[in-house]
């Protein structure tokens, strides 16, 4: 049946999920439909910072001054995705003086605090860090986790009458007299997936105007639809460490380079990152040399990374826009600042705008702007209030230290669930009795992947990006099968057996990178607890032949491409979950 509405919103990435709230709050009519989970593409595949600007500060003050002012906004409106680890911009001794005290007066200039520290207070605050390190520029950076906050943008925009659609990628643009009048979609599903239409069919939205919020595939989209939009995608690699070997997030203070940043999120380290422009945002080489810059070159910041244990590697795709005429050569000099291209006036195509380049940090006011111009479009006249107005779960920043302390939960468990909750974490928590810990490594419970298959269904990569269960160390070895058997009240066998299969394989993918030392002895664990233990190599003497032979063609222990790391999450590509940002290959 087709339907008929406002606006559509195609990406579901943090801009798309931004604007689709905005949207709502301001009384509009809205669909936001991704082609696969929520953060499937460059956001659900980036490092996790929130800048507080410092970043470019010399190259790019525009851009620093808007990173800054947002940075302050998701402090208040989303603190319970952000965790305020602060920053360093640390320099060594063939660093530059000049480049340093450029620096210092960029984030002077663009009002970003900025405070110079010597050698001995950097160690201090970090003890790991290299003992040659001269001196630092202390920021207020911070951490984001990209996953909770977009999920929270979408629960915000589905509770002011907004409809999500996921897995539900554009087949076409509809253009009817030189106007587009809407999109067409495919209902997908698959292992694990909760089914709102039946899969393969397809259906039409027709809406008043469209929004292409799909980053680095926005050229696609405007395909569909005649026009070009001449992205440069930029892919880089991240790499994630099995502890926190720093709590601040450090960056290298000098103009530009590969491997110069390490931000710590959650229990984890991700060390960042290369920036190499490619020509198709879901097909370029992940290459190892990549993953071995990371660890050798920020080595020399933080000695401690050499003997750490990588964990998995993912790449995402900036999806960086270069005005006409810049013909600017390298990525890195690329402006990170956005832009509206509505194609009304600059390819005589009214009834759509696509929105490029920006950042996650900036994603907030690049989604009031699309929408301010839409309203104008649309002769709508609403403010925008979602600078002021929290998201779901951050309604009372206080209430995690408050609940803390009179109910004396003072374990990292209590204390990760309940920073992953925010101001849900009550009625979460309490109401599920007994409530031991599912994935040990995160410190996720029965409580909280209840409530995430409540919101996800059974697609359990969707209840990983609510609750980062199997995320951890043992990146789903030890708790994919306790996360699976928490379907089994209400899902048939088969289902809940293909949604640990999915599950597993997406923690596999990443891991395919990191498999030397320690991690391939962790990786041939895993194998062993669900090829062995589980029957998962469909082993003849526990399954018939028939599914035998499926379950042994399909791939390393529980079917699929894991072993030779194709497909993908971030999975990245439009929106969908990977580690913290696009394509189709392994997330972190």
Same mark, same amino acid.
């Given at each position: 049946?087709?339907?008929?509405?406002?606006?559509?919103?195609?990406?579901?990435?943090?801009?798309?999920?931004?604007?689709?709230?905005?949207?709502?709050?301001?009384?509009?009519?809205?669909?936001?439909?991704?082609?696969?989970?929520?953060? &499937?593409?460059?956001?659900?595949?980036? &490092?996790?910072?929130?800048?507080?600007?410092?970043?470019?500060?010399?190259?790019?003050?525009?851009?620093?001054?808007?990173?800054?002012?947002?940075?302050?906004?998701?402090?208040?409106?989303?603190?319970?995705?952000?965790?305020?680890?602060?920053?360093?911009?640390? @320099?060594?001794?063939?660093?530059?003086?000049?480049?340093?005290?450029?620096?210092?007066?960029?984030?002077?200039?663009?009002?970003?605090?900025?405070?110079?520290?010597?050698?001995?207070?950097?160690?201090?605050?970090?003890?790991?860090?290299?003992?040659?390190?001269?001196?630092?520029?202390?920021? /207020?950076?911070?951490?984001?986790?990209?996953?909770?906050?977009?999920?929270?943008?979408?629960?915000?925009?589905?509770?002011?009458?907004?409809?999500?659609?996921?897995?539900?990628?554009?087949?076409?643009?509809?253009?009817?007299?030189?106007?587009?009048?809407?999109?067409?979609? *495919?209902?997908?599903?698959?292992?694990?997936?909760? %089914?709102?239409?039946?899969?393969?069919?397809?259906?039409?939205?027709?809406?008043?105007?469209?929004?292409?919020?799909?980053?680095?595939?926005?050229?696609?989209?405007?395909?569909?639809?005649?026009?070009? %939009?001449?992205?440069?995608?930029? @892919?880089?690699?991240?790499?994630?460490?099995?502890?926190?070997?720093?709590?601040?997030?450090?960056?290298?203070?000098?103009?530009?380079?590969?491997?110069?940043?390490?931000?710590? !999120?959650?229990?984890?380290?991700?060390?960042? $990152?290369?920036?190499?422009?490619?020509?198709?945002?879901?097909?370029?080489?992940?290459?190892?040399?990549?993953?071995?810059? =990371?660890?050798?070159?920020?080595?020399?910041?933080?000695?401690?990374?050499?003997?750490?244990?990588?964990?998995?590697?993912?790449?995402?795709?900036?999806?960086?826009?270069?005005?006409?005429? $810049?013909?600017?050569?390298?990525?890195? +000099?690329?402006?990170?600042?956005?832009?509206?291209?509505?194609?009304?006036?600059?390819?005589?195509?009214?009834?759509?705008?696509?929105?490029?380049?920006?950042?996650?940090?900036?994603?907030?006011?690049?989604?009031?702007?699309?929408?301010?111009?839409?309203?104008?479009?649309?002769?709508?006249?609403?403010?925008?209030? $979602?600078?002021?107005? /929290?998201? /779901?779960?951050?309604?009372?920043?206080?209430?995690?230290?408050?609940? =803390?302390?009179?109910? #004396?939960?003072?374990?990292?468990?209590?204390?990760?669930?309940?920073?992953?909750?925010?101001?849900?974490?009550?009625?979460?928590?309490?109401?599920?009795?007994?409530?031991?810990?599912?994935?040990?490594?995160?410190?996720? $419970?029965?409580?909280?992947?209840?409530?995430?298959? *409540?919101?996800?269904?059974?697609?359990?990569?969707?209840?990983?990006?609510?609750?980062?269960?199997?995320?951890?160390?043992?990146?789903?070895?030890?708790?994919?099968?306790?996360?699976?058997?928490?379907?089994?009240?209400?899902?048939?066998?088969?289902?809940?057996?293909?949604?640990? +299969?999915?599950?597993?394989?997406?923690?596999?993918?990443?891991?395919?990178?990191?498999?030397?030392?320690?991690?391939?002895?962790?990786?041939?664990?895993?194998?062993?607890? !669900?090829?062995?233990?589980?029957?998962?190599?469909?082993?003849?003497? #526990?399954?018939?032949?028939?599914?035998?032979?499926?379950?042994?063609?399909?791939?390393?222990?529980?079917?699929?491409?894991?072993?030779?790391?194709?497909?993908?999450?971030?999975?990245?590509?439009?929106?969908?979950?990977?580690?913290?940002?696009?394509?189709?290959?392994? +997330?972190?």
């Amino acid at each position: 049946m087709d339907d008929h509405v406002d606006v559509v919103v195609v990406g579901g990435g943090s801009t798309g999920c931004g604007v689709v709230r905005d949207l709502a709050r301001r009384g509009i009519d809205a669909v936001l439909v991704e082609k696969g989970n929520l953060t &499937h593409g460059t956001t659900g595949r980036m &490092h996790g910072l929130l800048h507080s600007g410092g970043r470019y500060a010399v190259a790019d003050q525009k851009s620093a001054r808007e990173c800054m002012e947002e940075n302050r906004v998701l402090r208040d409106i989303a603190a319970h995705c952000v965790e305020e680890t602060g920053g360093l911009f640390v @320099k060594r001794p063939e660093d530059s003086e000049e480049y340093f005290q450029e620096k210092l007066e960029g984030c002077h200039e663009c009002d970003i605090p900025a405070e110079v520290i010597d050698g001995e207070e950097a160690r201090r605050r970090e003890p790991y860090l290299a003992r040659d390190v001269e001196k630092a520029i202390a920021v /207020p950076d911070a951490a984001i986790d990209p996953f909770r906050l977009c999920v929270a943008n979408a629960a915000d925009a589905r509770e002011h009458g907004a409809r999500i659609e996921t897995h539900a990628p554009v087949t076409d643009v509809l253009v009817e007299d030189g106007e587009v009048v809407g999109v067409e979609i *495919e209902h997908e599903t698959g292992p694990g997936k909760r %089914v709102h239409h039946e899969p393969g069919t397809t259906e039409e939205i027709r809406a008043r105007y469209v929004i292409n919020a799909t980053g680095a595939w926005a050229g696609n989209v405007g395909g569909m639809a005649g026009v070009d %939009v001449e992205v440069r995608p930029s @892919k880089g690699v991240m790499t994630v460490m099995n502890i926190r070997q720093v709590d601040t997030v450090v960056n290298r203070c000098q103009p530009k380079g590969n491997a110069d940043i390490v931000v710590p !999120h959650e229990t984890a380290c991700i060390l960042g $990152t290369t920036d190499k422009e490619v020509d198709d945002p879901e097909d370029y080489p992940e290459e190892e040399w990549e993953v071995d810059l =990371m660890i050798e070159t920020l080595s020399e910041l933080v000695p401690a990374l050499k003997d750490a244990r990588t964990l998995r590697s993912f790449w995402g795709v900036r999806p960086l826009y270069e005005p006409p005429g $810049t013909g600017t050569e390298d990525p890195t +000099d690329i402006t990170r600042d956005y832009f509206l291209l509505d194609h009304a006036d600059r390819d005589e195509l009214p009834g759509m705008t696509t929105i490029v380049g920006g950042k996650l940090t900036t994603y907030r006011m690049m989604a009031e702007s699309i929408t301010d111009h839409v309203c104008e479009k649309l002769d709508h006249d609403a403010a925008c209030d $979602t600078a002021d107005a /929290p998201l /779901p779960g951050s309604e009372d920043p206080a209430a995690l230290d408050t609940y =803390m302390e009179e109910f #004396g939960l003072r374990s990292p468990v209590a204390r990760r669930s309940r920073q992953r909750l925010g101001s849900k974490g009550e009625d979460v928590l309490d109401g599920v009795d007994p409530n031991p810990v599912v994935c040990e490594c995160e410190g996720v $419970t029965r409580a909280e992947v209840g409530a995430a298959i *409540e919101d996800a269904g059974s697609d359990l990569n969707a209840v990983r990006l609510r609750t980062r269960a199997s995320m951890g160390n043992c990146q789903g070895g030890f708790c994919t099968h306790r996360i699976a058997a928490e379907l089994a009240q209400e899902y048939p066998e088969p289902v809940v057996r293909n949604a640990e +299969d999915e599950l597993y394989q997406e923690r596999w993918k990443g891991q395919r990178h990191a498999l030397w030392g320690e991690q391939l002895s962790q990786a041939m664990l895993n194998y062993q607890l !669900h090829a062995t233990t589980m029957n998962r190599d469909g082993d003849p003497a #526990g399954l018939d032949e028939e599914v035998a032979f499926d379950a042994f063609d399909a791939g390393p222990a529980a079917g699929g491409d894991g072993a030779s790391g194709a497909g993908e999450s971030p999975g990245p590509a439009a929106a969908d979950g990977g580690e913290p940002d696009g394509g189709v290959h392994g +997330d972190r």
